[in-house]
């Protein structure tokens, strides 16, 4: 019984019938991409706060300390447990979500905007490192001037609690008290450190994130989008930017904690607030906190980066 060998009309018949089958890509329009970049940065930045928010909180309490001591982070973990029960390592997590929706947001979903612009009004190379870094500074540092109460609200709802209590009864009960004793300005205290560490932590970690990514794929090693390259760019990105950022990280966390303060005191000076720190604590309390730091946004930044890619790519934007 002999077979019908298909000619190459009926081939062609068959495969033009199957692609007319297949659903049609539309291209995505800008505003779309856009609109699913930053959601995706929101979301991913969000998720993330919540998994790392007990290392967040033991790094705040170390950072917190006044003295030349550098209490170990099981000693804090420990007391905060003894004292304040498992739930202590979740102080603060809604006021973290809740800036993690606006700095996040604007710091990593700005990124690729901020680098097309500046190649575009400047003429510098889209994938050169220096377009990279501007790019970051940009977007971190209007990520943290804009959500620098919501910053200033999870640092003091991490804070210590001697008498095993928040300083606030809700997060959003925080917000008006603030406003009360202080004005807006009270809301924006720590602004200019909070933004210089946006700045260098974003540069730092999504512009390093960027570059690295490039380089894996290129080269000898020669690796492929996925969760192999995802992890591998932001566990390197995540050292470098816990390394470059945790004095200012520091300084803006004692800044942000200082609740009250006497009317015939002057408001505290991030300078003049610096050079105390470093006159009665030495150069070491800039590194106060560091383990915690890089555990909290090491971790963060493996999380949130590799969440971001993945949203972005079920929403069918392109990867980073």
């Not at 199957?18 to 779309?32: E, F």
């Not at 905007?113 to 540092?141: C, E, H, M, R, V």
């Not at 609740?259 to 005191?265: C, G």
Request: charge should be positive; include cysteine; glycine fraction near 10%.
């Amino acid at each position: 019984m002999s077979r019908s060998i298909p000619t190459p009309s009926t081939s062609l018949q068959e495969e033009e019938s199957l692609s007319s089958a297949r659903p049609k890509v539309v291209p995505h329009s800008p505003r779309y991409i856009t609109t699913a970049t930053f959601f995706s940065a929101g979301l991913a930045n969000v998720l993330s706060a919540v998994c790392t928010n007990p290392a967040d909180v033991i790094k705040v309490r170390q950072q917190l300390l006044l003295t030349r001591t550098r209490a170990s982070f099981p000693s804090i973990a420990a007391a905060m447990v003894r004292s304040e029960g498992l739930r202590g390592l979740w102080s603060g997590v809604t006021a973290s979500m809740y800036r993690e929706g606006t700095y996040s947001t604007i710091r990593m979903g700005g990124y690729e905007p901020a680098k097309k612009f500046y190649a575009k009004q400047l003429g510098f190379g889209a994938d050169g490192f220096g377009n990279k870094l501007l790019a970051g500074i940009t977007s971190g540092a209007i990520g943290a001037a804009i959500s620098t109460p919501t910053d200033l609200m999870k640092v003091r709802m991490q804070a210590a609690r001697p008498d095993g209590r928040p300083p606030y009864r809700t997060t959003l009960h925080g917000f008006v008290e603030v406003y009360r004793q202080g004005g807006v300005r009270a809301m924006w205290r720590g602004i200019w450190p909070n933004t210089i560490r946006a700045a260098v932590l974003t540069s730092s970690q999504i512009a390093t994130y960027d570059e690295v990514k490039i380089w894996l794929k290129g080269g000898s090693l020669n690796m492929h989008e996925g969760i192999k390259l995802h992890l591998t760019s932001s566990m390197i990105a995540g050292f470098v930017c816990s390394a470059a950022s945790q004095p200012i990280d520091v300084l803006k966390t004692r800044l942000m904690s200082i609740s009250k303060m006497p009317a015939h005191l002057p408001r505290p000076n991030a300078l003049a607030h610096l050079g105390e720190l470093l006159r009665n604590e030495g150069p070491m309390a800039l590194w106060k906190g560091f383990g915690m730091c890089w555990a909290r946004l090491g971790s963060h930044t493996v999380i949130s980066l590799t969440l971001f890619e993945g949203f972005r790519g079920l929403l069918g934007v392109k990867p980073l």
